[in-house]
């Protein structure tokens, strides 16, 4: 029977985690797409079910082994992939077979080829995909106006408080010619938000040592500030937007300031910082110094005064002094950092900093990451009070009855604020989502602003 009838074999499929895992979702829902199976909305209507997993912190891997939980008892036929794929518990055994004997199958992260084999076993193939179903830019989980660009694999760092190298292995840059297609092909879909992630935005290219690629026809450095340079001629072409996430602080980064002045790059750096006490990153095994990125947020502000900057800290860490928690809150007093997510030290399987002595009683780290917050709201408020009477560009998000939802340059989706834009008085003037718009500031508070449109 063709694909194309309703015999044609459905998928169920669960997603979890960040961006990163959502873009393999999005990979491995294309290929299914392109080799004809459907995609199921329930577990009833699905032949087989896939749960993408994150590994990361306990939490997360407690809602892994809960979605596969519900998963086996919804339907009974599931093939895991993910993060939580390479996790093994204290025995050295696989988490997920031991804990779930009844899966079908077990992949690890970025496992296209290895989760199709699974699925190709357990729920063959139609006779005849229609490859000509599936859109260049391929199957998303994302509203249609913003997409996730990733554009490396893995990374080279080994942070003590992070695993994600063991499970997704050394930085594997994709070939530039690659990246530039897949967001041209997103472009063109009508994407005008593109974001840019990895888990090392810095490092893209170091594993192949730079080499030059080509795109157009023209030579094309397989670099960070060469890619951002090119995606920004090609946003400007469609009137988009490129944010760029998981930026370590390196000094090449600084020539990218200087691509944000065109409008299309936004002027928005996620850089993970973690703390600022040189002994405490010592610890981490982070690449970086608080004195040193101190100065790098001056010389980015002097050189973009309107640029927004978000990061994320640790409270907490394993050996952490009072004194090295005041550096630190000294230091985001200083930075005066726009954006920011504070998490207590939460100790994760396989991780080395489990092993560094005075571990910080965990009331204590609760303690800290509250205040942190707290010094945090102040500082978010002031700096959200300035905007209040200024003009900004915004992409809309949704429409309804009272408005829209927006952001502005400063505000990436579900992790930063939104701007709340009032019905314009002309009943004419209608909102569009993935629609760009002028609005005036008339309000804010420490995370969102309220607009009118001009």
């Known amino acids: 029977m063709s694909s194309s009838t309703s015999a044609a074999p459905k998928v ?23 080799e004809g199976y459907e995609t199921a909305k329930s577990y009833d209507g699905a032949d087989l079910v896939i749960v993408n997993t994150c590994g990361f912190i306990d939490a997360a891997v407690q809602e892994s082994l809960d979605a596969i939980g519900e998963a086996l008892h919804e339907n009974g036929k599931v093939i895991v992939t993910g993060c939580l794929g390479k996790k093994k518990d204290a025995a050295g055994d696989d988490l997920i077979q031991k804990i779930h004997p009844k899966v079908l199958a077990v992949t690890g992260p970025h ?25 260049a830019h391929g199957i998303k989980l994302t509203p249609r106006h913003y997409a996730y660009l990733k554009i490396s694999e893995g990374c080279n760092h080994r942070c003590s408080f ?12 994709r070939a530039i010619a690659d990246v530039m297609l897949e967001a041209e092909n997103l472009f063109k879909a009508g994407v005008k938000e593109l974001l840019v992630i990895s888990q090392d935005t810095s490092a893209y290219g170091v594993d192949v040592k730079f080499r ?11 670099h960070m500030t060469d890619l951002v340079k090119a995606l920004g001629e090609l946003a400007a072409q469609y009137g988009a937007w490129v944010r760029l996430h998981y930026v370590y602080p390196y000094p090449h ?12 790059v936004l002027p928005y750096l996620d850089v993970p910082l973690q703390h600022s006490h040189p002994d405490v990153l010592k610890r981490m095994k982070r690449p970086a110094n608080g004195e040193k990125n101190i100065e790098r947020i001056r010389a980015w502000r002097d050189r973009c005064p309107d640029i927004t900057i ?8 394993p050996g952490e002094t009072e004194a090295e928690f005041q550096h630190l809150l000294d230091f985001l007093q200083e930075a005066q950092i726009d954006r920011l997510g504070c998490f207590a030290y939460s100790p994760v ?25 707290e010094l945090q709201e102040s500082i978010s408020k002031q700096r959200m009070q300035a905007k209040i009477g200024k003009k900004y560009k915004v992409l809309i ?7 829209a939802t927006a952001r502005s340059a400063a505000d990436a989706p579900e992790i930063d604020g939104v701007v709340y834009v009032k019905l314009p008085y002309a009943p004419e003037q209608k909102f569009k989502v993935g629609e760009f718009i002028e609005v005036t500031v008339t309000a804010a508070d420490a995370h969102d602003l309220w607009a009118h449109a001009d």
């Open 12 to 34: 169920g499929f669960v997603s979890l985690g960040c961006p990163k895992a959502l873009v393999d979702s999005e990979q491995i829902l294309t290929q299914l797409r392109a």
């Open 111 to 135: 496992a296209l080829a290895e989760v199709m084999d699974a699925v190709h076993v357990h729920l063959p193939k139609p006779h005849e995909p229609f490859i000509d179903l599936v859109p």
């Open 162 to 173: 992070c695993i994600i190298p063991s499970m997704r292995g050394d930085l594997v840059s």
């Open 212 to 222: 030059t690629g080509f795109w157009n026809g023209k030579p094309v450095r397989t």
């Open 253 to 264: 980064v600084d020539d990218v300031i200087d691509v944000m002045q065109g409008g299309h």
């Open 310 to 317: 978000r990061s994320t800290f640790i409270a907490g860490f």
């Open 349 to 373: 399987d396989g991780a080395t900093a489990n092993a560094i002595e005075n571990p910080v009683p965990e009331e204590v780290r609760e303690e800290r990451r509250g205040r942190v917050m």
């Open 397 to 403: 998000d949704a429409v309804d009855k009272n408005g």
